[in-house]
């Protein structure tokens, strides 16, 4: 077998691995595979590359193009992933356990690619949250924007998920607009070089934003400034050493972590056996304790059941676990393959033995268990192993100790309250699952237990279909949770790329503010255009684009007429005096929909043209009543585009309604689609 060189990519060249290099040794025979690390890396070059060439380019992206581009590359992974399952049972995966690893991350990269498309703008400026009234007039207001920082992304890696744990720090980096430095964990590198390297050939990336560490990161860290980042994923010893340093500190380089978590699990009390619920317990605990052999941070490693329930849980896991087949993880017959290395086996069975002077060991012999298709002695195989712990209050090291693999240990609890407080002793994880079709305990459990968990998963006979596990983080969903994990959050949507974006309150006058923010303001300055804007295509429109209709009276007849075609004869349309005992109402008054409609009456150009559809209308409010007698006018301008496909986008318009006096009636948001026309 020859072996592996893994190269890194340090600005613009693959660099070969030297003398300080590491070897690396298949999880399944032992034997020495590869070698990654270079000790004379420059790093301070990589570091000034993804500056000074990665950073503009991708800044010069909008979230539109940088979202396609990873539409793109998450495409081109997908082409190219027979490659990488290939290389990766090496790392003691099953197939299995590789539609995780390898699927899970293209398919993350796809869910940032749609919603930097549809959650954010084809603009450099990413708005948060509303205008804010900051003056009487309003004259003076304020937004917060988000623009990228303008340094680099240090990620530290995990060794256990080498493309998900990859690709999902990657995807909303570059959503950003912000150039990454990918440090995997040394243990399974050849699969993320692989990744790198499919992902570079490509050609999709601008120079500069991916650059690769293969082995030690030198000293990179001591040289970042306050616009860099670092993302480390790993254990919480390494987190700290590297989070407290002085350079780090004085910087305020921002730092986030997602660290070692000692999960759990309830089963609800009415989740007794021959309940749906029971056996989706049994089955969501198996499944967590064996899939990627328990090396999987969110992994269940705590496990609590009623008092009464205890023995039918482990006689139930008991009978599941007998059913692991571990060995060989090319062989689709292995249910559970190796974990990364020898050095983890030993730490895992270390960690086993701690929680064994607490808990008995109910299930898996580290000493005597079959392993078919490869040599135990070679391999890093263990058994799942399951242990008891009857006094969970006493106990400290089941609550403290995480063994990174198959292991988990059953505790009963007395009532609610107690699972609660048991669940929290784990000091802040990243999941807490409960099992239960009781809606009062899931309450319970989120109130008790929602500030120390950084997810709570609830599943039932109801969700049980279509529920996608315990120990799956979303790419919606926000992953990492308080204390022991870390402290640190990623994902959860476009709140993942705001790690990579500094947040910064602008405070001005409504022109700046629409300046900056590519978004039109109330009180801006107003254009004009001889033509109708239902004649103008989405790229003549322009934002502040004005159009003022003329006016008209509402009669009683409308009124009338209106309630009798809609059917909605609410009092307050009909009948004068009781609309006067309702404090809202003067009297009888015009349906708020009469008045949407008649605005649409009076702003529509009936003819074909470029307006394609109304897709919808957003916060309206209807702030005065409209008399018979009162007549309106409505103003339209267009307050922000968004281009959708090739062929329209989306644009949408800020409307007000105003009576005779000027007085506003309703304010609402238009949205229309419209096609582009010629530049
Ligand atoms: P680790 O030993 O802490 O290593 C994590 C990463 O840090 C590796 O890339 C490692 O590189 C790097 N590293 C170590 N020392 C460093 C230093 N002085 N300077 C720069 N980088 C350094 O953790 P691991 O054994 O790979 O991973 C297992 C742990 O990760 C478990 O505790 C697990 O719970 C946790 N984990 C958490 C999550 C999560 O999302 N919260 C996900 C997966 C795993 P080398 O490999 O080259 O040493």
Redesign the pocket.
């Known amino acids: 077998m020859t072996l592996q060189q893994i190269k890194s990519f340090a600005a613009g060249q693959w660099v070969d691995c030297d003398n300080a290099a590491r070897d690396i040794r298949s999880a399944v025979t032992g034997e020495v595979i590869a070698r990654a690390g270079n000790g004379a890396l420059d790093v301070e070059a990589m570091l000034d590359h993804a500056r000074t060439v990665g950073g503009p380019a991708l800044r010069a992206m909008t979230f539109h193009q940088r979202a396609k581009m990873l539409k793109a590359l998450a495409t081109h992974l997908g082409n190219h992933k027979q490659q990488l399952y290939d290389i990766s049972f090496a790392t003691g995966a099953t197939q299995k356990d590789h539609l995780i690893d390898i699927d899970g991350g293209i398919g993350t990269m796809f869910v940032f690619a749609s919603k930097g498309r549809r959650e954010m703008p084809d603009a450099q400026v990413y708005l948060d949250g509303e205008v804010e009234q900051l003056s009487r007039n309003g004259t003076f207001l304020g937004q917060h924007i988000c623009t990228p920082l303008q340094g680099v992304a240090v990620h530290?890696?995990?060794?256990?998920?080498p493309v998900w744990?990859m690709l999902e720090k990657l995807a909303p980096t570059l959503l950003a607009g912000v150039p990454a430095i990918v440090?995997?964990?040394?243990?399974s590198c050849y699969v993320a070089e692989l990744a790198v390297k499919i992902m570079l050939d490509s050609g999709i990336l601008p120079a500069g934003a991916l650059q690769l560490v293969s082995?030690?990161?030198g000293d990179m860290?001591d040289r970042l400034t306050n616009q860099d980042v670092v993302s480390?994923?790993?254990?919480?010893?390494?987190a700290l050493?590297?989070r407290s340093a002085p350079h780090i500190l004085s910087n305020s380089i921002r730092f986030i972590a997602?660290?070692?978590?000692l999960n759990a699990s309830i089963l609800g009390p009415d989740a007794v056996p021959d309940t749906p619920e029971f056996d989706l317990f049994v089955k969501e605990v198996t499944r967590e304790m064996t899939t990627k052999a328990g090396q999987k941070?969110t992994a269940i490693r705590r496990i609590f059941a009623p008092q009464a329930q205890v023995s039918a849980v482990i006689e139930a896991l008991q009978a599941n676990l007998a059913k692991t087949t571990i060995g060989d993880p090319k062989d689709a017959r292995t249910r559970m393959g190796a974990l990364v290395s020898a050095s983890q086996k030993t730490d895992v069975l270390a960690k086993a033995a701690l929680i064994g002077q607490e808990a008995e060991r109910v299930f898996g012999d580290p000493d005597n268990f079959d392993v078919h298709g490869a040599s135990a002695d070679k391999g890093a195989f263990v058994p799942p192993m399951l242990f008891h712990c009857s006094t969970p209050d006493a106990a400290q090291h089941v609550h403290e100790v995480?063994a990174?693999g198959p292991v988990s240990t059953v505790m009963p609890y007395k009532d609610l309250d107690h699972a609660v407080r048991l669940v929290n002793r784990g000091q802040g994880s990243?999941v807490a699952s409960v099992i239960t079709h009781d809606s009062d305990v899931a309450r319970q459990v989120a109130l008790g237990a929602g500030a120390f968990h950084g997810r709570l998963y609830f599943n039932d006979r109801d969700s049980m279909q279509e529920s996608t596990g315990h120990g799956s983080p979303l790419p919606h969903m926000v992953?990492g949770g308080p204390g022991r994990?870390?402290g640190g959050e990623e994902m959860g949507g476009v709140r993942g790329v705001m790690h990579y974006m500094q947040r910064t309150a602008i405070q001005g006058s409504p022109d700046i503010l629409t300046a900056i923010g590519g978004k039109w303001v109330p009180g801006a300055t107003e254009i004009s255009h001889h033509d109708h804007p239902f004649t103008r295509t989405f790229h003549d429109l322009q934002i502040g684009e004005t159009f003022n209709t003329a006016s008209r009276q509402i009669s009683s007849d409308d009124i009338a007429h209106f309630a009798e075609f809609t059917g909605d004869t609410f009092y307050a349309h009909m009948d004068d005096a009781a609309a006067k005992r309702n404090p809202f109402f003067p009297g009888r008054v015009a349906h708020g929909y009469l008045l949407l409609s008649f605005a649409a009456g009076l702003f529509v150009k009936p003819d074909e043209g470029p307006v394609l559809a109304n897709t919808g209308l957003d916060h309206l409010r209807f702030m005065k009543p409209v008399e018979v007698g009162d007549s309106i006018k409505v103003r339209l301008s267009v307050k922000h585009k968004t281009p959708r496909n090739d062929d329209y986008g989306e644009v949408r318009w800020h409307v007000t309604l105003t009576n005779q006096d000027d007085d506003m009636v309703a304010e609402y948001e238009l949205l229309t689609m419209n096609a582009y026309g010629s530049r």
Not at 156 to 161: C, V
């Open positions: 530290i890696n995990a060794f256990n998920f744990g440090k995997p964990a040394t243990a082995g030690g990161l860290l480390f994923t790993g254990s919480a010893e390494t050493k590297l997602e660290q070692d978590s941070c995480e990174f990243l992953h994990a870390g």
